[in-house]
């Protein structure tokens, strides 16, 4: 087949390459952009004389390459909306541009102001240059000379169709081609020197070699873009604390390392040093964002640190973590040739069907030996201590949207030899890396409006806090703390003293609802009061097990509490001797001041060989709060013949006065009887009347069920995901004792997360006891509406009902009575 060839714009440089090729990517490096536009100029003036589309793709602060008036359109592009953002964005204009198009881009050294790196230049390009190829069309790139390592231009040059040098003696333009993609001459390689619209080889080698020499010590910078800004920033340690010159460069390195939310960033300026973002670098592997994990983690010590009245370092545990750069996420699926695929997920129609097959993906692939290095030094580091790797991603523990449980994090026990603890080491990264496709997190993210949000996802690597017991190493206890307290049982409890929901073990038992298991709730200003006042509720509600990590058998596993060789600490002693709740008061609230927001912690609890308890910090976010209410609503008596249910106490969510047009009821009794795989699809059917609800928000809806909602245990529930319940306006877990079925108050959990964020109201259910009566007659005369809604699961029709009620019906709670009714106002 014959070749189609295009022109330059010169005659010249056209003599000199045989022409372009319809496919080609020119890449000019060059030592000024206005040598660049020189022959840019013609290449857009010829092809818009030959009716070709001329696309101007423009990102950089400079002037542009080219006037508006040479081109058939300008796009103007955000490259500090981020690498993902950024490519997305081309790309689509790319394929709605069609074949044939030709362009020209501003140089990409500017995407350098915006990223910091030169690995994200080079994955840009490696991941744009084969698609304009493939659409045909022919796209004029610059590099600035001394701007990017040898890397990145071995990348660039891998790539590209045609690489040209382009230097300027004293005026005169010198054409270097370096790479012709299937082309060559007698003189195609040799610099050329510019003359008017003439370019004439240099073919007298004393004329070459001056020409050489004047070009000696102008080599390629080797060092990537990142070190050499961390380099001139360690030289700044020097410099004043309030120097212009240091404070220009915290706030660079903050919105460099740290992402893009202002309020967080705000207070990284207030409580991060020079010193602190330097820390960070030292163990960053890869460039990029450390994510919103790491960052809260961070900046709770560095807030806490600033207390110097608490004398916190006497208190805490030094973090020892490491973090896996945002960067390197993305770097994994370019270098893995995923990207089509992964830009196809990112589309709306692709969005979900794409999800598993790159899931799968990100599970099988490889890193690169530099990677793998880094990886194996900071496993030495470690020794043979366990470690945990945790998701970091841009979005997770921010403002608003806590991904709480979206993204999973691995234990590595790190048994073995060197090369065995690198397997397991590589598996972890790739299993939370796989996560970010989750239809869990998916969902998530399309009903919090974050789809189209770029979610990279970084690592948090740290080792377990704890001590070995025999072969076992686990912390004495672990929780979760909050400062804002909604689940006040009892009206003198205060909700601004804070909670914890802790356990013996490592931390799993208390950020999860745990089949069959219970932490110990405790509200900081009364720490010995319990939820559970009745001696029989006392045993039923309590932990039984603890997860710990077994070093012969290189796992974690769960063992009842019995078994462990000793306990390590009674929480019962801990909470009522020494200043343990104290401490964890002033914590929680030291850190809600600094937010000006309540917060979420997870935490350890170790002690030293002196006995000397020791707290690491090892996660602090904003707690989602959205829609909890402190305020007093008048409740009174609830309506002879007009109340659904009345209770006291037991529900989370704050006061609240909210209509309710519509109850979907699972029937305990007749649920118990089900069997096993008909109670997963009364969790479907569930889930299908959510869809159908949340097409309906004007009509609140209350959900009522046996036991737990969201339990993956169908004996203790009904095993809904939480997207099969998103809908829904309130929630009601109700007891069943003859089958077993009880709520569980998750206050602190991921499932309670979920809740607050979605504005759920939470409310458990105990009929029979003092100050709970649930009236069913107000659902059962009502007509069931399931048939109508799904006419294929009406055989169910005597399990589940959806019913709506007469106008007027409303949800009240109040926090200080900690009374809540369902009632016909």
């Known amino acids: 087949?014959?070749?189609?060839?295009?022109?330059?714009?010169?005659?010249?440089?056209?003599?000199?390459?045989?022409?372009?090729?319809?496919?080609?990517?020119?890449?000019?490096?060059?030592?000024?952009?206005?040598?660049?536009?020189?022959?840019?100029?013609?290449?857009?003036?010829?092809?818009?004389?030959?009716?070709?589309?001329?696309?101007?793709?423009?990102?950089?602060?400079?002037?542009?390459?080219?006037?508006?008036?040479?081109?058939?359109?300008?796009?103007?592009?955000?490259?500090?909306?981020?690498?993902?953002?950024?490519?997305?964005?081309?790309?689509?204009?790319?394929?709605?541009?069609?074949?044939?198009?030709?362009?020209?881009?501003?140089?990409?050294?500017?995407?350098?102001?915006?990223?910091?790196?030169?690995?994200?230049?080079?994955?840009?390009?490696?991941?744009?240059?084969?698609?304009?190829?493939?659409?045909?069309?022919?796209?004029?790139?610059?590099?600035?000379?001394?701007?990017?390592?040898?890397?990145?231009?071995?990348?660039?040059?891998?790539?590209?169709?045609?690489?040209?040098?382009?230097?300027?003696?004293?005026?005169?333009?010198?054409?270097?081609?370096?790479?012709?993609?299937?082309?060559?001459?007698?003189?195609?390689?040799?610099?050329?020197?510019?003359?008017?619209?003439?370019?004439?080889?240099?073919?007298?080698?004393?004329?070459?070699?001056?020409?050489?020499?004047?070009?000696?010590?102008?080599?390629?910078?080797?060092m990537d873009a990142w070190e050499a800004l961390f380099l001139r920033a360690a030289a700044l340690r020097a410099a004043r604390a309030d120097a212009p010159e240091r404070r220009a460069m915290v706030e660079q390195l903050c919105r460099l390392l740290l992402g893009r939310d202002e309020r967080i960033l705000a207070l990284a300026r207030r409580y991060f040093t020079l010193d602190d973002l330097l820390d960070i670098e030292e163990r960053l592997i890869g460039t990029g964002f450390i994510g919103g994990k790491a960052v809260g983690m961070l900046l709770a010590r560095a807030i806490l640190r600033a207390d110097r009245e608490a004398r916190w370092s006497e208190r805490l545990e030094p973090h020892d973590s490491f973090f896996i750069g945002a960067d390197l996420f993305h770097s994994y699926i370019v270098d893995n040739g995923w990207w089509p695929l992964f830009m196809w997920q990112r589309s709306d129609a692709g969005y979900l069907p794409g999800a598993a097959e790159l899931r799968e993906l990100l599970l099988h692939g490889t890193f690169p030996e530099p990677i793998l290095r880094e990886f194996q030094k900071m496993l030495e580091h470690f020794g043979q201590y366990p470690i945990i790797v945790r998701s970091s991603s841009l979005l997770e523990d921010g403002f608003g949207n806590a991904f709480a449980g979206k993204y999973d994090s691995f234990f590595c026990v790190n048994q073995g030899s060197p090369e065995e603890r690198l397997v397991q080491?590589?598996?972890?990264?790739?299993?939370?890396?796989?996560?970010?496709?989750?239809?869990?997190?998916?969902?998530?993210?399309?009903?919090?409006?974050?789809?189209?949000?770029?979610?990279?996802?970084?690592?948090?690597?740290?080792?377990?806090?704890?001590?070995?017991?025999?072969?076992?190493?686990?912390?004495?206890?672990?929780?979760?703390?909050?400062?804002?307290?909604?689940?006040?049982?009892?009206?003198?409890?205060?909700?601004?003293?804070?909670?914890?929901?802790?356990?013996?073990?490592?931390?799993?038992?208390?950020?999860?609802?745990?089949?069959?298991?219970?932490?110990?709730?405790?509200?900081?200003?009364?720490?010995?009061?319990?939820?559970?006042?009745?001696?029989?509720?006392?045993?039923?509600?309590?932990?039984?097990?603890?997860?710990?990590?077994?070093?012969?058998?290189?796992?974690?596993?769960?063992?009842?509490?019995?078994?462990?060789?000793?306990?390590?600490?009674s929480l019962e002693n801990l909470l009522a001797e020494g200043d343990f709740p104290a401490m964890m008061r002033r914590m929680l609230g030291t850190l809600e001041r600094a937010y000006e927001y309540p917060v979420d912690i997870e935490f350890t609890g170790t002690f030293a060989s002196d006995a000397k308890l020791y707290v690491n910090l090892i996660q602090c976010r904003p707690l989602q709060t959205r829609g909890i209410q402190s305020r007093r609503v008048e409740i009174g008596a609830p309506p002879e013949g007009r109340t659904l249910f009345s209770s006291t106490g037991r529900f989370m969510g704050g006061s609240i006065v909210q209509p309710i047009a519509r109850v979907i009821a699972v029937d305990p009794e007749r649920y118990t009887g089900l069997s096993l795989s008909d109670k997963y699809e009364v969790a479907r059917i569930v889930g299908r009347l959510n869809r159908c609800v949340k097409n309906e928000p004007e009509r609140r809806t209350l959900l009522m069920g046996p036991g737990r909602w969201g339990t993956s245990t169908p004996r203790l529930g009904v095993p809904v995901r939480f997207a099969e319940i998103n809908g829904m306006a309130a929630i009601a877990e109700v007891a069943f004792p003859a089958g077993g079925?009880?709520?569980?108050?998750?206050?602190?959990?991921?499932?309670?997360?979920?809740?607050?964020?979605?504005?759920?109201?939470?409310?458990?259910?105990?009929?029979?006891?003092?100050?709970?009566?649930?009236?069913?007659?107000?659902?059962?005369?009502?007509?069931n509406l399931l048939a109508q809604w799904l006419p294929d699961d009406a055989p169910f029709a005597r399990v589940l009902r959806v019913v709506d009620l007469a106008q007027g019906f409303r949800l009240m709670a109040d926090i200080v009575s900690q009374e809540v009714v369902c009632c016909l106002a």
């Open 741 to 783: 079925l009880f709520p569980e108050l998750s206050f602190g959990t991921h499932f309670f997360q979920d809740l607050v964020e979605s504005s759920i109201f939470y409310l458990a259910l105990h009929p029979g006891r003092a100050g709970c009566r649930i009236h069913d007659e107000l659902v059962d005369r009502n007509e």
């Open 1 to 222: 087949m014959a070749v189609r060839t295009v022109s330059t714009g010169l005659a010249s440089l056209d003599a000199i390459l045989g022409g372009l090729r319809i496919g080609d990517n020119v890449v000019w490096r060059v030592e000024a952009i206005d040598d660049y536009r020189a022959f840019v100029a013609p290449f857009a003036a010829g092809a818009r004389a030959a009716g070709r589309r001329v696309v101007y793709i423009r990102f950089a602060p400079r002037p542009p390459v080219v006037d508006a008036e040479a081109v058939s359109v300008v796009h103007n592009l955000d490259a500090f909306r981020g690498f993902e953002s950024f490519t997305v964005r081309l790309h689509e204009i790319i394929r709605h541009e069609g074949p044939e198009t030709f362009y020209v881009f501003d140089c990409l050294s500017d995407l350098l102001d915006a990223w910091a790196t030169d690995a994200m230049v080079g994955n840009f390009f490696r991941v744009t240059c084969p698609y304009l190829f493939e659409l045909r069309t022919v796209a004029y790139f610059a590099l600035e000379r001394d701007r990017h390592s040898t890397a990145t231009v071995d990348r660039v040059r891998a790539t590209t169709q045609l690489l040209i040098d382009l230097h300027n003696e004293g005026g005169t333009r010198y054409v270097h081609p370096l790479k012709v993609w299937q082309r060559s001459s007698p003189t195609m390689f040799l610099p050329h020197r510019q003359e008017g619209e003439r370019l004439t080889p240099i073919t007298v080698s004393a004329e070459a070699t001056k020409l050489s020499a004047r070009r000696s010590g102008r080599a390629e910078r080797r």
């Open 425 to 569: 080491l590589l598996d972890a990264v790739k299993r939370v890396y796989a996560s970010t496709l989750s239809e869990e997190a998916l969902q998530y993210r399309l009903q919090r409006g974050l789809a189209r949000q770029e979610e990279q996802m970084a690592l948090l690597v740290q080792r377990v806090a704890g001590a070995y017991q025999g072969k076992h190493f686990f912390p004495p206890f672990a929780g979760v703390g909050l400062s804002y307290n909604t689940f006040v049982w009892r009206h003198d409890i205060d909700p601004h003293a804070g909670m914890l929901r802790l356990v013996v073990g490592l931390g799993t038992r208390a950020v999860d609802r745990v089949e069959g298991d219970y932490p110990r709730i405790v509200s900081l200003d009364k720490p010995l009061l319990q939820p559970h006042g009745d001696p029989e509720e006392r045993k039923r509600f309590t932990q039984r097990d603890a997860d710990v990590l077994d070093v012969a058998q290189n796992t974690a596993l769960t063992l009842p509490l019995t078994e462990l060789k000793a306990t390590p600490v």
